[in-house]
């Protein structure tokens, strides 16, 4: 097990009825005014913006809004939200959705105090220092946004979707009532738990040794949401079934998977990145396609791994760990296939003509890889091998 430091700040709000307590919350932290960030209004929908709205108004919050957030949230929004923000003088920000808007929310919170060109603290190492104090309603499980201080932005003039992090960008407290997501549709609850997994198979193929621990975490939270996910494709307002998987979501991102290793590999969600930065891909979908094609290409560089991967997730023992390394992808990918995701590019309407693209937009990263460094010819081949 490699050193770290485990420093997790975010408070969590979890379970039935516990939005009500949002305006509470702000007080405590001392905010009088809010700015309201949300999505394309599905909680205008499902009830949950006006319950926000009785609970800051009992509490005497004041609050303005920014609303309109795209999945693969954009950076003119963030900019619109930056603007809006001071102009209005607001203490605090208030996310109410996915992964999409609490990204879109952590860089308002970060661009309020930043002296530089917004786009800089995702391209360069001159990264948010300080933000606004952010507050979460999450509706949509999947990214762990809502406990961890990373940000993914699209940048839709340059079309690059990079991530930023830091200390700042964690929320200050996150509230998960997962009665919210009975009113997910099913690509989305899907969409979540493909991220969600591909969170954990981060951290399992970077590549650390003697990290037990860790493993078995990730191994639970993997069976977890596998087994959550088929109750939940059936019966969408199984309350426990719903419950265990968004908490399982969160676990996957929020530190506790990474402590110990060399920090997860990654290869996979920056190829993803570039496929949701020019083709719009949403990012659960882009993920079942582009890491099957990443395990497939690199398992023989930890076969160990993989070998228990197949063994501690889907009971796969033919004795030959090689065998085992690829039956474990294959069941994957035909689980996958079983939730009704794409498993190739060309489903989703992508060519081989559309490679050439894609391998640009990825290399232009620092570097891509822990358990492999990825050359440009690997980044072309797992591209290839996911049409
Ligand atoms: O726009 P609204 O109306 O909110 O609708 C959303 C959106 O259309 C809808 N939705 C959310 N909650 C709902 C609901 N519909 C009905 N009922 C509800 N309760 O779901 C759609 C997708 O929402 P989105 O926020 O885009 O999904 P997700 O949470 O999967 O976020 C994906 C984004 O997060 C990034 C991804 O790249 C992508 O841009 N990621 C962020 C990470 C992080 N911050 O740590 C890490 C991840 O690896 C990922 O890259
Ligand atoms: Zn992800």
Redesign the pocket.
Known sequence: MNNFIFQNPTKIIFGKETIEKIGDELKKNNIKKVLIH??????KK?GVYDKVVISLKENNIEFIEVSG?K???RLSKVIEGIEFAKKNNVDGILAI???????SAKAIAGGFFYDDYIWNAFATKNRFKKALPLFVIL??S????EM?G???ITNEKTNQ?WTTSGLALYPKVSIIDPT??F???KK?TI??AV?AIS?AMEFYFDGTKNNEIQLQLAESIIRTIITTTEILLGNPEDYDARANLVWSATLA?NGLLSTGTKGGDWSS?ELE?SL?ALFDV???EGLAIIFPAWLKYNYNEHIERFDRFALKIFNIDTGNPSIDAKLGIETLIEWYKKIGQPTTLKEIGITENNIDKLVENATQKEYIGRLKRLSKEDIINIYKLAL
């Open positions: 949300y999505g394309g209004g599905s909680i499902n957030v999945p693969n949230p959705g996915g992964g999409s808007v609490i990204d509706t949509l999947a990214t762990g946004s961890n990373n940000a993914v979707k919210v997501q009113s997910l549709p989305q969409n979540g991220d969170h991102l969600h990145h949701s949403s990012h659960g």
